[in-house]
């Protein structure tokens, strides 16, 4: 859905586990998703996409998970670094709707040592 | 890889000045995009265009225009530039009009702030 929230939801994990960020959209008819990672004082960066006919697509130590049923996506990240630390957003485009894009609030991933 | 640049990281202008804002993309992308990026209200977006020549307004359109007369730049303007407009701004491009299962690719943005 459309961004909203004044504070973003944070999630903390320990270096080396595994993190799940999960975002809920808002449109039924959305075709294609998207999940970008935001660096502090850099643009958002292209990570994992997948499409409406699919329910699961794996890259490189990232999972993401569509469960149309609940209008629920989620992107898994394995074995957590450092590196990883970063606000992640998901995005939603319906082809019906002129192929407008919709950017989810985010959510910041913080990573303990 | 796709290379999406933006002129300027840091940008100071004054009140009323007329402001541009520059962006080039290296992978003959059709659509390009620009973005505000605000705390609390996400990604908004200004102004779009599927083609030299052509641009749309996107949701806050006020206060801005475009100019693309190159496939690989596109060009914000603010044209009497006000405080409100003090922001982080991002351009993107993708291929194919319509999106198409093609990812916008992003910049890494210019912040903008007017005094």
């Known amino acids: 859905g459309e961004s909203v929230g004044l504070h973003l939801p944070t999630l903390s994990v320990q270096e080396g586990d595994n993190s799940i960020i999960n975002c809920a959209y808002s449109?039924?008819?959305?075709?294609?998703f998207i999940w970008y990672k935001q660096e502090s004082g850099k643009g958002p960066q292209f990570i994992i996409d997948?499409?409406?006919?699919?329910d699961k697509r794996q890259g490189q130590r990232v999972t993401v998970l569509l469960n149309k049923t609940v209008k629920h996506l989620s992107l898994q990240i394995a074995a957590t670094q450092p590196g990883d630390s970063a606000v992640y957003f998901c995005?939603?485009?319906?082809?019906?709707?002129?192929?407008?894009?919709?950017f989810g609030s985010g959510t910041r991933l913080s990573i303990r040592p | 890889d796709v290379k999406v640049t933006q002129s300027s990281r840091y940008l100071v202008k004054r009140t009323g000045e007329k402001v541009f804002l520059e962006c080039v993309q290296d992978?003959?992308?059709?659509?390009m995009f620009w973005y505000r990026q605000d705390p609390g209200l996400g990604l908004r977006l200004i102004y779009f265009?599927?083609?030299?020549?052509?641009?749309e307004k996107g949701d806050i359109p006020e206060g801005y225009s475009v100019s693309r007369e190159k496939k690989e730049r596109f060009s914000l303007i603010l044209e009497s530039a006000s405080t409100n407009q003090t922001s982080m701004y991002l351009c993107?491009?993708?291929?194919?009009?319509?999106?198409?299962?093609?990812?916008?690719?992003f910049g890494d943005g210019t912040r903008l702030s007017i005094l």
């Open positions: 265009s599927y083609d030299v020549k052509m641009k």
């Open positions: 995005a939603e485009i319906a082809y019906s709707s002129a192929s407008k894009i919709i």
């Open positions: 993107a491009s993708s291929l194919f009009p319509g999106g198409d299962n093609q990812p916008q690719h």
């Open positions: 992978m003959d992308h059709e659509n």
């Open positions: 449109n039924s008819a959305s075709d294609y």
């Open positions: 997948i499409r409406s006919n699919m």
